[in-house]
């Protein structure tokens, strides 16, 4: 048995300095409540651009450009030890850590940013990285795409991790992908929420027999900086609840075993046990008994893409 942590709590938005130390004493504290495992929204680091749901690309073009150029300076470059102290912090309370981020590109253009997902190690070392493969609608204004060479399942002491963000848990082949290479515990950071996404995270908990760890995002406008612009404008009311949050942990099956956690902040806590995903594999395992490979097949180039290389 092991246990599961799920911080749902609103970062300090475009301050990745803040956000981290938000990070940081999150860990420790999950850590001191005996979790193993402890799991971030989507773009925790330093949050999720909440205003391109409410920012007309060619009317409202000034105040995107300053939001985006705020948030490329608050980006996270991992080539540069932006998260050693998470990193430390997972060494210290040997735990594993799941946080998503805003990902600078540092290996080509060092302009374009990536909705990312980090799996930190229990030594503190960075043990897998997940581009989002799809940004949804107006998130292809601020993210790149990923590719397949992060469409991974990785080891941990509570079991094999694997990652999907948002609504890339609508990409049948994307999961499939993962419960191929024996999945154990998916875990899905979202900007979603309410009773439809949480009843997609049950479908999945049925479908690949396994643990579903949805981390939302929770925030108000009273949690937007001060100086965030035309923010009396776009969030006039300072009590609205611009997600909801509904973090929650759904067991092999489909039944909900904690949360969701809905308008509130704080931490989710679950116990899960591997041997669950044994017994539901039983009855059906959708990339393994239950396979027709004489019918259907799928390919993952896991190649990583790149527009150039210098030889």
């Known amino acids: 048995m092991s246990r599961i942590a799920v911080i749902q709590k609103a970062p300090s938005l475009l301050d990745r300095e803040r956000t981290m130390r938000d990070a940081v004493d999150a860990v420790d504290e999950a850590s001191r409540s005996g979790a193993e495992l402890v799991v971030f929204p989507e773009t925790f680091i330093p949050g999720y651009p909440v205003w391109i749901w409410r920012l007309r690309p060619g009317t409202d073009a000034a105040i995107i450009a300053k939001l985006h150029s705020r ?37 080509t253009s060092r302009g374009t940013l990536y909705n ?6 229990t030594d503190g070392a960075i043990i897998a990285k997940h581009r989002k493969l799809m940004p949804t609608n107006v998130e292809r204004t601020v993210w790149g795409f990923g590719d397949g060479s992060s469409v991974n399942v990785v080891d941990t002491p509570c079991g094999r991790v694997g990652v999907l963000i948002c609504w890339e848990s609508y990409m049948p082949l994307a999961r499939f992908a993962l419960y191929a290479q024996g999945i154990e515990l998916y875990i ?33 406008a009273s949690d937007l900086p001060a100086d965030f612009p035309s923010r ?61 490979p004489d019918v259907f097949q799928l390919h993952v180039n896991r190649q990583r893409q790149a527009p150039v290389t210098f030889d």
């Open 71 to 107: 948030l490329v300076s608050n980006a996270v470059d991992v080539s540069r030890g932006d998260l050693t102290p998470l990193c430390e912090a997972a060494k210290r309370n040997k735990v594993s850590v799941v946080c998503g981020i805003d990902e600078r590109d540092h290996d």
């Open 116 to 121: 990312a997902v980090v799996l930190v190690g």
């Open 188 to 220: 899905a950071p979202t900007y979603d929420s309410g009773d439809d996404w949480i009843g997609t995270l049950q479908h999945i908990a049925r479908e690949g027999c396994c643990w579903v760890i949805g981390s939302g995002t929770v925030l108000r």
């Open 232 to 292: 009396d404008a776009l969030y006039p009311d300072a009590d609205e609840w611009i997600n909801d949050g509904d973090s929650v942990v759904v067991a092999p099956g489909g039944k909900i075993v904690a949360g969701p956690m809905r308008r509130e902040t704080g931490i989710l806590y679950a116990d899960v046990s591997i041997d669950a995903v044994v017994a539901a594999k039983r009855r059906i395992d959708v990339a393994g008994h239950y396979a027709r």
